[in-house]
C-alpha cells in the first residue's frame, strides 16, 4: 500500500518556539493531504486540508496564523505550529488519499508527538 | 464534528474470544471505514465497504453495514494479544477524502 512518512516523529520544545512537522507521501503523489490533532484517548480532529499550490482549508477554530501550512510539492506537506505554547501539546497526524481514490482509503503517518515546555 | 460514534468505549477480553464493535453515523454516506491505530502511532486502515454493501470480509474481519440504521459493525474473531489497539470507524461521503468523519474509537485489549 501507500506509504506517508511523518517527521519528526516526537519533539519537545520552549514555549514560544515554532515547531515544523513534515508530512510526504513516499512512493504517490498526493494533490492534497489532511493535518489532524489528536489528544489522548480520543479521536482525530480534523484541522485542515493542505492543497499543493494554493492556500490550506482550515476547520473553524483552526487559527490559520497558529497553524501554518504548506503544500509546495505533490509529495511534501508541513505543518508549522508557531509560537508553541503547552497548550499546543498534542499528537499531530497526517494522511493522504491514496493513489487508486476509488479504494477510497487514507493513508496516515506515524504521527507527531509535540510536546511544548 | 464528529458524525461516527463507537461503542463499547473500551473493550476487555480475553485471547480467542471475539470481539464487536459498533459505530452508528448520521448522515448520507458513500462508504464507511474502519482503522486500526496502535498507541502512539498512525492509523492503519482495515476495511472498506461500500453504502451498497451489507456484509464484508477480511482474514479474521467481518464488517456489516445497515444504512437503514446508519451503523456499522466490526467483529474480529478468535482475537489475539497484537490485536490489542484502538479501533475507528470513519465516514466518507465519497468527496476525496474530505469531510471524513472519525468516531471516537473504541479501545480494545486483548488479554492473553
Known amino acids: 500500500g501507500a506509504v506517508v512518512s511523518q517527521h519528526p516523529s516526537w519533539v519537545i520544545c520552549k514555549s514560544g518556539t515554532s515547531v515544523k512537522i513534515e508530512c510526504r507521501s513516499l512512493d504517490f503523489q498526493a494533490t492534497t493531504m489532511f493535518w489532524y490533532r489528536q489528544f489522548p484517548k480520543q479521536s482525530l480532529m480534523l484541522m485542515a486540508t493542505s492543497n499543493e499550490g494554493s492556500k490550506a482549508t482550515y476547520e473553524q477554530g483552526v487559527e490559520k496564523d497558529k497553524f501554518l501550512i504548506n503544500h509546495a510539492s505533490l509529495t511534501l506537506s508541513t505543518l508549522t505550529v508557531t509560537s508553541a505554547h503547552p497548550e499546543d501539546s498534542s499528537f499531530y497526524i497526517c494522511?493522504?488519499?491514496?493513489?487508486?481514490?476509488?479504494?477510497?482509503?487514507?493513508?496516515f503517518g506515524e504521527g507527531s508527538r509535540l510536546t511544548v515546555l | 464534528s464528529q458524525q461516527g460514534e463507537e461503542d463499547p468505549q473500551a473493550l476487555s477480553i480475553q485471547e480467542g474470544e471475539n470481539a464487536t464493535m459498533n459505530c452508528s453515523y448520521k448522515t448520507s454516506i458513500n462508504n464507511l471505514q474502519w482503522y486500526r491505530q496502535n498507541s502512539g502511532r498512525g492509523l492503519v486502515h482495515l476495511i472498506l465497504i461500500r453504502s451498497n454493501e451489507r456484509e464484508k470480509h477480511s482474514g479474521r474481519l467481518r464488517v456489516t453495514l445497515d444504512t437503514s440504521k446508519k451503523s456499522s459493525s466490526l467483529l474480529i474473531t478468535a482475537s489475539r494479544a497484537a490485536d490489542t489497539a484502538s479501533y475507528f470507524c470513519a465516514t466518507d461521503p465519497g468527496n476525496y477524502g474530505q469531510n471524513f468523519v472519525f468516531g471516537p474509537g473504541t479501545r480494545l485489549s486483548v488479554l492473553p
Open positions: 494522511s493522504a488519499p491514496g493513489y487508486s481514490y476509488s479504494a477510497g482509503e487514507l493513508f
